[in-house]
């Protein structure tokens, strides 16, 4: 899949060849840094971006059988918030403060289907209880603004599962809260994952969230998947530069350094991507061929795939 | 070896908010953002201050520098006391001690060229001779890794971590012993972060400066500090040398802390989760102001403060489990 965006300026390139599939169930995550491209991803599949100026230029996104990419808008209408649902980085912006939480979700649960004010109202207060917000009756009739960071932030997931969706996909959501509030909201996903069979994507730039709840890892670079793989295999045994300097220079708690290991350089402006491989001109490995040809994602293992000059088309080692 | 003399005294210090609401103001109560932290940084060394947002560890770093007029206690700075100097005195002492702030979009004025942000403080203090400033803008600039022929350009020219790079050479311009550092990496991709961590270790080696590091990440505390003081709600709770406090953390909210962190490289262990958010700094609960969150909650947390103490040599913890 490519979105891209014509401005004035030139054309973003924001998503570039994001290629994955998600099965149910499974917790697959996004990891790459500001800017590149994870964002967009997300917001493409269900076609939450403003267009003009964005645009899905090419690929598909299929689910279920329908290609939400040029299905007609009503379709993925019942399809946004009913079988997929999204959840944000800023719950503060993205919830209503003039409305008490109990409405807003509520609002959703007619948003698909009938019901009674009471069976509204019910319903939404056991999925409170469910993010374990405590006197979840209390607080349906609390305003965003009464509410501390991490609880609104759940307050979102639950208006996320409000209709039931098969998948969620979790922009940042602990983004902006503190280390203590992120763990309870770990463990809130991590719960719906097993108790729900549902199927996430998770989005994030920290990688020690992905070890706690992921299944499978896409790091992304540049708009492009660089490597997607297992997150055992991805953290014990990453296969691309980007990949190894990303792990290699995240201070560790349990580690003693007296330096860290950096990428020098910055992360690619998407308008002006650099030729060949985009991140050729901050990789230790860099070879002629990156400067020129853009590698393709190839199997190194049956689970493995890395997009890397580093690798033959047949997925063997070769510098 | 680091030399043992402090640099910096902080006592007892606080600062308080008054909080008022509606139209004819009318008090509500104050908030105490920080309630009587005493801390000693020693010549060289390189405290990191932890705590979630709120706890008001940026407050303290403002108020060292009278940024924020402290409501009582005493700092002082190589032996003079900071909250008596004039308005003179004090822009002496704040060549000595420098700010480098989380955001550098915000703390770069956008209309003026980096190399006058950097140099503005050789005029406020009083550097003349623009060619002399130059000079000096231009070794600050190589000295954090930017060439010195972008002293032209605008801060929107540069990306992220040149801007944090352009902020700590403008707190480097007056030759400092101590640079506040509140967050200076938490705004930076994880890449573009080890690269200003390390910047900001060598600066330190080379100019034998101290940092007071404060941060919510505690991985990045343990990199950097030598000593970790953990704050909550306005108090130190505990204070220790990075190793200790890291191996052996006595306050259950380090603890707490520590577990949250998921460590890359470390399988799972229990975590601790602790319930519910930081309570209402207008309404501090009673006695230990962690006991509402506490999982090693006991009868007397409720009733009594426990006071702030060595608990082994160079270890101090503020916690009713050690008595």
Not at chain 1, 233 to 260: E, F, M, Q, V
Request: one cysteine or more; proline letters at 6%.
């Amino acid at each position: 899949m490519k979105t891209w965006f014509y401005t004035r300026r030139g054309i973003v390139k924001a998503v570039n060849g994001v290629d994955f599939d998600l099965r149910q169930g499974e917790c697959l995550c996004l990891v790459g840094e500001s800017g590149c491209g994870k964002s967009v991803t997300a917001l493409s599949l269900l076609r939450l971006f403003d267009s003009p100026p964005g645009k899905i230029v090419s690929g598909k996104v299929m689910f279920a059988g329908i290609d939400l990419t040029n299905c007609p808008l009503e379709q993925i209408r019942r399809v946004r918030g009913k079988d997929i649902a999204m959840v944000f980085q800023n719950a503060q912006s993205a919830l209503n403060p003039v409305f008490t939480i109990g409405d807003q979700i509520m609002e959703q649960i007619n948003a698909h289907g009938r019901h009674s004010r009471a069976d509204a109202r019910r319903k939404a207060r056991l999925l409170l209880e469910e993010m374990n917000i405590p006197q979840a009756e209390n607080a349906l009739n609390m305003y965003p603004h009464q509410m501390s960071g991490g609880m609104k932030q759940r307050a979102m997931i639950a208006m996320g599962l409000s209709c039931d969706p098969a998948m969620l996909i979790a922009d940042e959501p602990t983004t902006a809260v503190d280390v203590t509030i992120r763990a309870q909201i770990m463990y809130i996903l991590q719960e719906l994952k097993t108790r729900r069979s549902m199927s996430i994507i998770f989005i994030t730039h920290d990688l020690s969230l992905v070890r706690e709840i992921g299944d499978r890892a896409a790091v992304i670079y540049g708009g492009r998947v660089v490597e997607i793989a297992p997150v055992e295999t991805i953290l014990s045994n990453p296969a691309h530069p980007y990949t190894r300097g990303l792990i290699a220079c995240l201070p560790d708690i349990s580690t003693d350094l007296k330096r860290l290991p950096s990428i020098p350089g910055n992360t690619p402006n998407p308008i002006d991507l650099p030729e060949g491989c985009t991140f050729h001109p901050r990789c230790r490995d860099v070879m002629d061929v990156c400067r020129s040809t853009e590698p393709a994602l190839v199997n190194i293992a049956s689970v493995h795939k890395v997009a890397c000059h580093l690798y033959d088309n047949a997925g063997a080692f070769i510098a | 070896m680091i030399n043992k003399v402090p640099l910096l005294q902080i006592k007892n210090l606080k600062k308080y908010y008054r909080v008022t609401a509606g139209l004819i103001p009318r008090p509500l109560g104050e908030i105490k953002a920080v309630d009587g932290v005493s801390l000693d940084i020693i010549e060289g060394e390189v405290l990191g201050l932890v705590g979630e947002s709120g706890c008001g560890k940026s407050t303290l770093g403002k108020a060292i520098l009278r940024l924020e007029e402290p409501t009582s206690g005493q700092i002082s700075f190589q032996g003079t006391d900071v909250l008596s100097l004039n308005k003179w005195d004090l822009r002496t002492l704040r060549g000595k001690i420098q700010i480098v702030f989380q955001d550098p979009d915000s703390s770069l004025d956008p209309r003026m060229p980096v190399g006058d942000s950097i140099g503005e403080a050789l005029i406020v203090h009083g550097v003349s001779g623009a060619g002399e400033r130059g000079r000096r803008v231009a070794r600050l600039m190589e000295k954090v890794g930017l060439e010195a022929g972008f002293a032209e350009r605008y801060p929107h020219e540069f990306s992220g971590g040149q801007r944090q790079r352009i902020g700590i050479a403008r707190a480097l311009a007056m030759d400092p012993r101590l640079i506040i550092a509140d967050e200076p990496v938490s705004a930076l991709d994880v890449s573009v972060q080890a690269q200003v961590l390390n910047l900001m270790m060598d600066i330190k080696d080379e100019d034998g400066l101290a940092y007071m590091f404060v941060s919510h990440d505690l991985a990045v505390v343990k990199y950097i500090a030598d000593r970790v003081a953990v704050m909550y709600m306005g108090q130190i709770v505990e204070l220790a040398d990075k190793e200790e406090l890291f191996l052996n953390p006595l306050h259950p909210y380090t603890e707490a802390l520590l577990s949250a962190v998921a460590g890359l490289r470390r399988g799972g262990g229990s975590r601790i989760l602790l319930s519910g958010d930081m309570p209402s700094p207008l309404k501090p609960p009673a006695g230990c102001r962690f006991h509402t969150r506490c999982h090693r909650v006991m009868e007397i947390c409720r009733a009594a403060e426990p006071a702030f103490r060595e608990v082994v040599p160079g270890h101090y913890a503020a916690c009713h489990l050690y008595p």
